[in-house]
């Protein structure tokens, strides 16, 4: 059975840091990509960084350039959500998800109706 499971969420000042984890379990690992979305109240679901599991290609949207880093433990089967310089902005659930990909393909998809499993969401709120 697949399971996500995301950890790390909280309420910090502006300015503040988190580190958001997601725990994979059920799958191939290296097989798939992982995406990072939020969705605060009353907006859509955006995607906010991906990875692909086997050659690390990334993908992230621009409100969190050089503020936001990804990373994938492939020996924990766990992916890293590292979030600086938070902005009341930022103020979402965050939620992972996985996606097959195919192998070398370096590129992970960015629209949430690419992917197939989700975790249950983790509460992010960043206070001005």
């Known amino acids: 059975e697949v399971e996500l499971v995301e950890s790390g969420g909280g309420s910090v000042r502006s300015g503040g840091s988190l580190r958001l984890s997601c725990a994979a379990s059920?799958?191939?690992?290296?097989?798939?990509?992982i995406g990072w979305f939020r969705q605060a109240p009353g907006k859509d679901r955006e995607g906010v960084f991906c990875i692909v599991n086997s050659d690390g290609g990334t993908t992230y949207a621009d409100s969190v350039k050089e503020r936001f880093t990804i990373s994938s433990d492939n020996a924990k089967n766990t992916v890293y959500l590292q979030m600086n310089s938070l902005k009341p902005e930022d103020t979402a659930v965050y939620y992972c998800?996985?996606?097959?990909?195919?192998?070398?393909?370096?590129?992970?998809?960015?629209?949430?109706?690419?992917?197939?499993?989700w975790g249950q969401g983790t509460q992010v709120t960043v206070s001005s």
């Open positions: 059920g799958f191939t690992f290296d097989d798939y990509a």
């Open positions: 998800a996985a996606t097959m990909v195919a192998a070398g393909t370096g590129r992970c998809p960015f629209h949430h109706l690419s992917y197939d499993y």
